[in-house]
């Protein structure tokens, strides 16, 4: 499995838009590169999951250089109820089967008005 | 995505003693998977339940002290037995995902063992 490196912690204003990244340097052709989000007292959340370029949903947006080496979850105007802890994970086939999840340490993002 | 309903939702608990942790999914699983998550750290797999089969534990974990059910594809158990203060932490369930939607989590339990 892909080791992943997060910063630990990340600090932000209301509004600001957040920008993650996570290296990702021994990542296989066939991993996938997914985020989790996690609130105090609550399992972590699926936020979003990409292979390759730009992914985008309702709640964030995921780029991923072309070497895949790295990847970039971006949080748009975040809010107060933005903070929580972000994990980047490596490995989990997109179909999702049968493979357990290794979580990394997580990056903690606090978000203050 | 499934839903997974997990409880107790934190108990505290005599050493020595032993608690079963229940998860139960809304829709049919595969795969399940137990975690413990110490206050403030990330998440450490403790085993894959997968039906019809015993679970798969990881490094550190054994099953007399973790033992686990799947009687079918929507629940599963976890067991801490014989605790002492040392497995006080919050475990977690997980059900494989759907499609690309990931994989889904309970609440957590919190324990704390005096």
């Known amino acids: 499995l892909a080791k992943t490196t997060q910063p630990i912690s990340m600090d932000s204003y209301e509004g600001q838009e957040v920008n993650i990244t996570c290296s990702h340097n021994?990542?296989?052709?066939?991993?996938?590169i997914t985020w989790y989000q996690q609130f105090p007292s609550q399992g972590p959340r699926f936020i979003i999951q990409g292979y390759k370029t730009k992914v985008t949903n309702e709640v964030a947006s995921l780029f991923i250089p072309a070497d895949r080496k790295s990847s970039t979850l971006s949080l748009p105007r975040v809010s107060l109820s933005d903070t929580a802890v972000y994990y980047c994970l490596v490995g989990a086939s997109r179909s999702n089967s049968g493979y357990a999840l290794n979580f990394g340490k997580g990056t903690s993002l606090l978000v203050t008005p | 995505s499934a839903v997974i309903s997990q409880k107790p939702s934190r108990d505290i608990c005599q050493r020595g003693t032993s608690l079963t942790i229940q998860c139960q999914v809304d829709s049919q699983v595969t795969m399940m998977f137990w975690y413990r998550q110490q206050p403030g750290q990330s998440l450490t797999l403790i085993a894959t339940?997968?039906?019809?089969?015993?679970?798969?534990?990881e490094s550190g974990f054994v099953i007399d002290k973790f033992p686990i059910s799947r009687p079918n594809l929507t629940f599963s158990t976890l067991t801490v037995s014989n605790m002492s203060p040392e497995d006080s932490s919050i475990y977690l369930c997980?059900?494989?995902?759907?499609?690309?939607?990931?994989?889904?989590f309970g609440s957590g339990t919190r324990l704390t063992v005096v």
């Open positions: 339940a997968n039906q019809g089969s015993e679970a798969t534990y």
């Open positions: 021994n990542i296989a052709t066939n991993d996938y």
């Open positions: 997980s059900a494989e995902g759907q499609g690309a939607r990931g994989y889904t």
